[in-house]
């Protein structure tokens, strides 16, 4: 069996399973936030169990709409609140926290080969760390948050091997946009998304958690990353106690759908151009785009890695005119180191608004929301229509390099000419 299969089996009890075979899995850990959980908790409340099946395996994040900036948003909030006092469920609340899929690894409710649902899409992230997580919808939270049981079908596996290493200014956001531009945003429908080889050997835990990010947007079930000495080291004193990985590894025999390699060598900055995360071009090939506003944050490269590669290229310089520059580091810690290491000064000295931990811009949210006819270039995840704001606005994916590139030039700009 491959990881994914393998962390399937233990947890619904068998030996074995098989790609197509449905199971009935035990959870190690259900998360909901602030705009899915709300039904999640509605759902719940009508299933007739008084309590959850375990208060301890449970998270609750305050992050999408925070701090709340509507009445009703406001009502939701005391909604989740008041849900997590009368269970006793931990609660990252306004200020304590950051984006959930951050502040989840970052706070120890994530150790290798652990099933985890969120409710919401980018719950794969988790993956990086060698679990299986997965979104789900806010009725299956709920079903969850009373049995500690969910089915899944077994996903099939595509196995992306990756070798080389990357250029300056070249990143994992880069690979994941040129993957899914390969693969096409159905390329992985219910799949599992394995990245292996050399380069994601020598990745970060930051970088990884980038890819698995992406996993869904080429409609993975999930994505995952076999644990290592790198998710040992930032684990430990994280989480109460590490399993062994030693039995978290792909069976010599492991079968695969299929594996289709890359090479990163020479890779060059990728954009994802409207309105589709698969209509990537090289940044060399979008032409003379001008935009209106930069985004550099969310939970796909929100964490200190990317922060001080946008800092390095913005440093001593000035965000160009008539651009609006928002920073959102992931969570509370990021935000803080970010803080400590001179970052957050570098990036409003060159003209950026720096604002709390939270989801911020990324699905329309209360701030930096787009007019008709702007355009915004964004590290984050998706460039759906009307995903910032107006539908009659374009967004772009590109990495922080290249992200902080462009607010300076006013233009999508490739951060290898700018001089550092």
């Known amino acids: 069996m491959?990881?994914?299969?393998?962390?399937?089996?233990?947890?619904?009890?068998?030996?074995?399973?098989?790609?197509?075979?449905?199971?009935?899995?035990?959870?190690?850990?259900?998360?909901?936030?602030?705009?899915?959980?709300?039904?999640?908790?509605?759902?719940?409340?009508?299933?007739?169990?008084?309590?959850?099946?375990?208060?301890?395996?449970?998270i609750v994040i305050l992050d999408h709409q925070i701090p709340a900036e509507s009445v009703k948003a406001a009502e939701l909030h005391k909604k989740m609140r008041q849900f997590s006092t009368e269970q006793n469920i931990k609660i990252y609340d306004v200020g304590r926290g950051g984006i959930c899929h951050q502040v989840m690894p970052e706070q120890g409710h994530v150790k290798p080969g652990d099933v985890i649902i969120g409710a919401d899409s980018h719950t794969c992230t988790y993956g990086a760390f060698g679990s299986f997580a997965t979104g789900v919808g806010s009725t299956e939270a709920a079903a969850a948050m009373?049995?500690?049981?969910?089915?899944?079908?077994?996903?099939?596996?595509?196995?992306?091997?990756?070798?080389?290493?990357f250029q300056k200014y070249v990143t994992p956001k880069d690979l994941i946009l040129h993957i899914i531009g390969t693969l096409g945003v159905d390329g992985a429908i219910y799949k599992a998304v394995e990245f292996t080889g050399p380069t994601i050997k020598a990745m970060t835990i930051a970088g990884r958690m980038t890819l698995c990010n992406m996993a869904v947007e080429m409609g993975a079930k999930n994505g995952i990353i076999t644990p290592d000495e790198t998710t040992n080291e930032f684990l430990t004193?994280?989480?109460?106690?590490?399993?062994?990985?030693?039995?978290?590894?792909?069976?010599?025999?492991?079968?695969y759908e299929k594996t289709v390699e890359f090479d990163v060598s020479k890779m060059e900055p990728q954009v994802a151009c409207p309105s589709s995360v698969d209509n990537v071009k090289l940044v060399n090939e979008v032409g003379n785009v001008l935009i209106d506003q930069?985004?550099?944050?969310?939970?796909?490269?929100?964490?200190?890695?990317?922060?001080?590669?946008a800092a390095q290229v913005m440093k001593g310089k000035t965000v160009k005119a008539g651009v609006r520059t928002l920073v959102i580091p992931a969570s509370q810690e990021v935000w803080k180191q970010a803080n400590d290491e001179g970052l957050l000064q570098i990036?409003?000295?060159?003209?950026?608004?720096?604002?709390?931990?939270?989801?911020?811009?990324?699905?329309?949210?209360?701030i930096g929301l787009l007019a008709a006819g702007e355009t915004?270039?964004?590290?984050?995840?998706?460039?759906?229509?009307?995903?910032?704001?107006?539908?009659?606005?374009?967004?772009?994916?590109a990495s922080p390099a290249t992200v902080a590139a462009s607010a300076i030039t006013g233009k999508i700009t490739n951060p290898q000419e700018i001089k550092v």
């Open 2 to 58: 491959n990881l994914t299969e393998k962390i399937l089996a233990k947890a619904s009890g068998k030996k074995d399973v098989h790609p197509g075979e449905i199971i009935d899995a035990n959870l190690d850990m259900v998360m909901i936030h602030d705009l899915t959980g709300p039904l999640a908790v509605e759902a719940f409340q009508k299933i007739g169990t008084s309590k959850v099946w375990d208060n301890t395996k449970i």
């Open 146 to 165: 009373a049995t500690g049981k969910i089915w899944f079908k077994v996903p099939s596996t595509i196995r992306i091997n990756t070798k080389g290493k």
């Open 237 to 255: 004193g994280r989480v109460k106690k590490m399993p062994d990985i030693k039995i978290l590894q792909n069976d010599k025999d492991a079968e």
């Open 294 to 309: 930069v985004f550099i944050g969310s939970c796909t490269n929100g964490r200190l890695e990317d922060l001080r590669l």
């Open 347 to 366: 990036f409003t000295q060159a003209g950026a608004m720096v604002c709390g931990s939270a989801c911020g811009p990324c699905l329309g949210g209360h």
């Open 376 to 397: 915004c270039i964004t590290t984050s995840n998706r460039n759906f229509i009307g995903r910032m704001g107006s539908t009659k606005a374009n967004v772009y994916l």
